[in-house]
């Protein structure tokens, strides 16, 4: 019986040792080994020092000795993770370069580029970066202030202001009664653009030559009063020039009409009817030229001229014929 009960306590010793060491090792597992550097440690664990116990890499942190086997805490992550080993501080990223930034350095991710923000807000600058000036440039561009239109004159960039309006097309120097400039932008230049169309443009007042003169199509429209082909405006009247082709005055024939006459007669001058035609045959002979020779000397033959040939018609040279 004895023999039993000391069977029995034994087994029962054993068990409580082993569950004791089962207990340990599940302490262990679940809080960490001690530790007091990395060798401490197995399995790949590394030392944590803010805990003095074995974690694994990579796990969960506050700071950086949250962490061990060199590795740093990622503050972004919450997790422990391996430095590059590209830097180590924002000089060791530097390129001595201005114009590409500053760089600077992530431990983790290693050097990152800068860049220089040559900006300097306004729109129609072109800006750019200077190397060897260290510094930013920017040149002012009329062209990125141009709307496009014409009519409002041409905008300008101001390095400072940025776009400013044009000064708007002037049209205003031809304006009179009859009509008054404006900008078209179609045409891009100036047009006339009528008004008071049929209203008296006064060009008659004070001038006996003028029948009348109204306002049309921008335009002051004058109607002599004498048909200025045929005739001469006298303060009297209208004086024919039959037989005149040169309009003296004195309406006198001379021999430089006659010959004159004679030239249009072979077709080396050009005459209206109504001036060289004083026969009134319908055309310019040399009968003419006789006609106007025998009045110069007293024979006093009478100018019957045709009518007015019109617009289209033959009419006189305005230069004195070469003899």
């Known amino acids: 019986m ?20 089962a207990f340990s090792t599940a302490q262990a597992w679940a809080c960490g080994c001690p530790c007091a550097t990395d060798a401490d440690c197995h399995d790949g664990e590394v030392c944590s020092l ?30 422990c993770q391996d430095p590059s080993d590209e830097c180590a501080c924002d000089e060791d990223c530097d390129d ?19 860049a220089v923000a040559c900006d300097d807000g306004v729109a129609c600058t072109v800006d750019s970066c200077d190397e060897d000036a260290d510094a930013c440039a920017t040149a002012p561009s009329d062209a990125a202030c141009d709307d496009g239109a014409y009519c409002n ?5 101001d390095a400072q202001a940025g776009c400013l309006a044009g000064s708007p097309v002037e049209c205003s120097a031809g304006d009179d009664l009859c009509g008054i400039g404006a900008c078209d932008e179609e045409t891009k ?34 109607t ?33 009409d006659a010959l004159f006459s004679l030239r249009a007669a072979v077709e080396l001058e050009q005459c209206n009817l109504c001036i060289c035609d004083v026969d009134g045959d319908g055309e310019i002979t040399a009968t003419d030229t006789l ?33």
């Open 189 to 222: 230049g100036c047009v006339l653009v009528p008004q008071n169309e049929g209203i008296d443009c006064g060009a008659r007042e004070g001038d006996a030559c003028v029948l009348s003169s109204v306002c049309a199509a921008g335009s002051c429209l004058v």
């Open 224 to 256: 002599p009063l004498c048909d200025a082909q045929c005739e001469r405006c006298d303060p009297a009247g209208c004086a024919s020039l039959c037989g005149n082709p040169w309009g003296n005055a004195s309406d006198d024939v001379n021999s430089t």
């Open 291 to 323: 006609m106007m020779l025998r009045q110069i000397v007293g024979l006093g033959d009478l100018f019957v001229c045709s009518p007015s040939a019109g617009p289209g018609e033959t009419t006189t040279t305005t230069t004195l014929p070469n003899f």
């Open 153 to 157: 004159g041409a905008e300008t960039c």
């Open 50 to 79: 803010s805990s003095g116990t074995c974690v694994d890499p990579g796990g969960p942190c506050d700071e950086d000795a949250d962490c061990g086997g060199g590795q740093r805490c990622n503050l972004s992550t919450g997790l």
């Open 2 to 21: 004895k023999d039993y009960t000391v069977h029995r306590f034994a087994l029962s010793l054993i068990g409580a040792i082993a569950f004791a060491v």
């Open 96 to 114: 001595g370069l201005f114009c590409n930034g500053v760089e600077s350095c992530d431990i983790f991710a290693g050097c990152k580029a800068g």
